[in-house]
């Protein structure tokens, strides 16, 4: 191309990187500063540590007494973009996070729930990826970098999975989602690639995400069944390793409707959970390379 193309060719991908890339996280912690600011008595915005770059991983407590972590509270934990390249996980995080504040003020029911709960929201895990609309962070995907029941190691190549790690150790966490696109589905584990997918909580799982998905629409069953198996996803580490009721939402599209309608079934998705996590959350079958390959999408 001539020089006077290349110019402009320049000029448009430097305004794109400035109005949607690098700035792209920094609108996530604009707009949890303004919730903070909105919501002072239930919110408190906290980092897990710095990512591979120095860059702080931030995330919001949402309580009624947010300043501190309280172990007598239920915990929950919800995990957006592991994937940056899946930008309405981030839209969604946060979609989430507006509606359960609203229900604080609003809703005199939900509410005696929520002063025995506690909330972790982390919107962005992969800040590079996201800034970049790239899948990977440092050229690792960050959803195969966890530990797991048919893998060797203890995962976390990047240091933003194991800040997260290091995190989820911080208190005891009841139910835990993590936000991808786009499939359309609720999925639990067991998502690695077993010959018996179903997890002892199977009948439970079913039940509860029927009834979200009563909101969305939604597939769901397990993530080996309806999305794929793979190793060293978050989703079967959280229920692998601790026994979270663990849920993999693969959004529709990500649009606004697909959103909303999502923030509700996740709601009753939470709302119908026990008040400890699971106690036999050993995988039973063996671990086998015969189902459905890890596709390196979702
Ligand atoms: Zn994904």
Redesign the pocket.
């Known amino acids: 191309m001539r020089s006077a193309q290349a110019f402009a060719l320049l000029g448009f991908l430097t305004l794109s990187l400035s109005s949607s890339g690098a700035d792209r996280y920094e609108t996530i912690l604009s707009k949890m500063r303004a919730l903070n600011a909105k919501y002072p008595e239930s919110t408190e915005i906290f980092s897990i540590g710095s990512n591979d770059d120095g860059v702080e991983i931030m995330g919001m407590r949402i309580s009624t007494t947010p300043k501190e972590i309280d172990p007598k509270k239920i915990g929950h934990i919800l995990v957006g973009t ?2 940056g ?2 930008l309405g ?1 981030a839209d969604f995080s946060m979609k989430f996070t507006e509606d359960l504040l609203a229900r604080y003020q609003s809703d005199e029911l939900y509410k005696g729930k929520l002063s025995e709960t506690e909330w972790a929201i982390i919107p962005v895990l992969n800040i590079s990826g996201y800034n970049q609309t790239n ?1 990977y962070e440092h050229g690792v995907d960050p ?1 195969r970098d966890y530990p797991g029941p048919c893998i060797k190691g203890d995962g976390g190549k990047l240091k933003s999975i194991r800040n997260l790690m290091e995190f989820m150790k911080n208190r005891v966490y009841v139910g835990s989602l993590t ?3 786009y499939v359309g589905s609720l999925t639990y584990p067991w998502g690695v690639s077993t010959s018996n997918t179903h997890t002892e909580d199977h009948n439970m799982f079913e039940k509860i995400t029927a009834k979200a998905a009563e909101f969305n629409d939604y597939q769901i069953g397990t993530s080996t069944d309806v999305v794929y198996s793979c190793d060293g996803a978050y989703e079967d580490y959280a229920y692998w390793k601790y026994g979270m009721w663990s849920l993999l939402l ?1 959004l529709r599209n990500g649009n606004a409707e697909d959103i909303s309608s999502t923030s509700l079934a996740i709601a009753s998705y939470y709302d119908q959970l026990d008040s400890s996590p699971s106690t036999h959350h050993t995988l039973n079958g063996e671990c086998t390379r015969s189902r459905k390959p890890d596709l390196h ?2």
């Open positions: 592991h994937h390249n899946e996980a899948r959803n936000v991808h696109g693969e999408n979702e």
